[in-house]
């Protein structure tokens, strides 16, 4: 049977430092914050493509499970979990890493099985591009985004443009768009990537929120919400990811392309904001649809733009 989203990325456990407090190792990684924010929608069926240790128990990897996702293609092998320790200084704009142990995730092959040889989205994490490559030739899809990393950017750049010749949108954040196409201006950086291949972009521009680029000419550029009680700023840009796409999945089929793509990027947003307002996956652990939809209620009324005339 056909999945709904299948999505393939880091699974980690990790340690966090803000102005607002710490946390030890608790549950982190890519794939783990899309699946987090992608489950706020619990209709959707989904599947995962990750790599975890031995120190991964029944109690993580029940995570996923209670969230109607398929673990099939969860390997554990001997080994610790990816583990990341860092912290984020008063303003918290950028993270600072103390230590990053890649451990089994250093030699991670994704092996798909036939539960997720197909699928309506396929989401490609932030990992090496020769490794999303190996995805999206195991993986029939509808649609598929990728996220990467500047990291990728400067070492495999190449691979990279290989893999952005066959998905369908790419999610980005500011720097990375600089750095991907060498120029300086969001708006011509997202032109440059289009012509690379992906009919979507989307550039995540931090407090200055995020706009989405069309092939189509479609453009739309959102405010970020407003958060007063920031707490930990991880994994935002990949819930932002799990929100876009599983609201593009749910609606797919209910809605015109442009009145989609606008709701899907304020939905994003605001699955955003929850994430930061706490630690790790803690931000989004008890909200539901309802709570999502009450904020983007808000979210338009005060970034509506007053009718001047």
């Known amino acids: ?48 493509v990750g790599v975890v240790g031995e120190d991964f128990s029944s109690k993580e990897e029940s995570f996923f499970t209670s969230r109607n996702v398929d673990t099939t293609d969860l390997e554990k092998k001997q080994g610790k979990t990816f583990f990341w320790e860092g912290y984020y200084e008063k ?41 999303q490559l190996s995805v999206l030739e195991k ?19 190449e691979d990279v443009l290989k893999v952005l010749k066959k998905i369908t949108g790419l999610i980005i954040n500011e720097t990375e768009a600089f750095l991907l196409t060498g120029e300086s201006n969001y708006i011509k950086a997202a032109a440059l990537i289009m012509d690379m291949g992906p009919s979507f ?18 453009f739309i550029s959102y405010p970020a919400f407003p958060v007063a009680n920031l707490v930990d700023p991880t994994g935002a840009g990949d819930s932002f990811a799990g929100g876009f796409v599983s609201y593009f999945t749910a609606n797919k089929e209910k809605k015109t392309e442009s009145v989609l793509i606008k709701e899907a990027l304020a939905y994003a947003t605001m699955i955003a904001s929850f994430n930061v307002e706490g630690f790790g996956i803690d931000g989004l652990a008890d ?14 009324e005060f970034s509506l733009l007053p009718n001047f005339k």
């Open 91 to 131: 303003d918290m704009n950028q993270a600072f890493t103390l230590k990053t142990e890649l451990n089994v995730f250093a030699d991670f092959s994704p092996k798909i099985s036939q539960a997720n040889e197909k699928t309506k989205f396929l989401f490609l994490g932030n990992i090496d591009p020769v490794l």
């Open 139 to 157: 993986i029939e899809f509808e649609t598929c985004f990728m996220d990467t990393m500047n990291f990728w950017l400067e070492t495999k750049k």
């Open 201 to 218: 972009v989307i550039i995540k521009r931090g407090s200055a929120g995020s706009t989405f680029f069309s092939k189509s000419g479609l």
């Open 1 to 48: 049977m056909k999945k709904d989203i299948v999505a393939v990325g880091s699974i980690a456990f990790d340690s966090v430092k803000t102005p607002v407090g710490k946390k030890e190792r608790i549950l982190g990684g890519s794939l783990t914050h899309f699946i987090n924010a992608s489950s706020v929608i619990p209709s959707l069926s989904k599947g995962i």
């Open 287 to 300: 909200k539901k649809e309802n709570d999502v939809l009450s904020r983007m209620e808000k979210y338009y």
